[in-house]
């Protein structure tokens, strides 16, 4: 089992639909990240938390850490958000999710 | 600089041959990785420097592979004889402790 489990393993979306993404992990972490990867490969980090909830544009992250628990939120979805999401916790080093692989069609 | 800077930005080699990449990691991040991303795979780890700290080699899938890093700043990948499960994207990104990382874009090596 991995350490970092992601779902859904892929989403298809609406414009303009309200979209989330989890992670659930299973060891101690000091802060957790959300990162988007476009196609090509570019890494762009969105987020990083040790608690409670952050906020940037359309984007919204939220953490439990007593649960073990992140969810990513795309409010307003646009094509433009298509992307590979990927949930990763920091235990001295990244330990990724699989990634989410996000498609909003017009 | 600004961001972090990776060379080549492509490789392509011909398998049993050795392979450089570099890093340039932010001014001042003392914490640098190396990953890799094989095609239509997760992210993988490979090897983490802090400070002046050992290194933590526990993802280097091999003896061919290895990383050494001056100080603070730049640092060097080095596969030697490849083969062509090592073709990859290789991704550095550095960190100031345990703050957000800045990924570079990444050498993609290809063995042939």
């Known amino acids: 089992k991995n350490e970092v489990e992601q779902s859904p393993q892929n989403l298809t979306a609406q414009e303009g639909e309200f979209i989330t993404i989890n992670c659930s992990y299973s060891?101690?972490?000091?802060?957790l990240h959300w990162l988007q990867q476009h196609p090509g490969g570019g890494i762009v980090s969105l987020f990083m938390?040790?608690?409670g909830k952050k906020k940037h544009g359309r984007l919204i992250a939220t953490i439990n850490i007593q649960e073990k628990h992140s969810s990513l939120h795309i409010t307003a979805s646009h094509p433009r958000d298509s992307a590979v999401y990927i949930c990763?916790?920091?235990?001295?080093?990244?330990?990724f999710g699989t990634g989410t692989l996000l498609a909003v069609q017009p | 600089g600004a961001g972090v800077s990776q060379s080549p930005s492509n490789k392509v080699t011909e398998k049993g041959k050795d392979v450089e990449l570099r890093c340039d990691p932010i001014s001042g991040h003392t914490a640098l990785y190396w990953y890799r991303q094989r095609l239509g795979q997760g992210l993988e780890f490979l090897i983490y420097?802090?400070?002046?700290?050992?290194?933590?080699k526990s993802g280097l899938p091999s003896d061919r592979f290895s990383a050494e890093r001056t100080g603070e700043s730049v640092s060097t990948l080095t596969i030697q004889r490849t083969q062509q499960e090592d073709s990859a994207v290789y991704l550095c990104?550095?960190?100031?402790?345990?703050?957000?990382?800045?990924f570079g874009s990444g050498t993609r090596l290809t063995v042939v």
């Open positions: 990104a550095s960190s100031l402790g345990d703050s957000g990382y800045t």
């Open positions: 060891v101690g972490i000091s802060a």
């Open positions: 990763a916790v920091n235990k001295n080093k990244l330990i």
């Open positions: 420097f802090q400070g002046n700290s050992a290194p933590d």
């Open positions: 938390l040790s608690s």
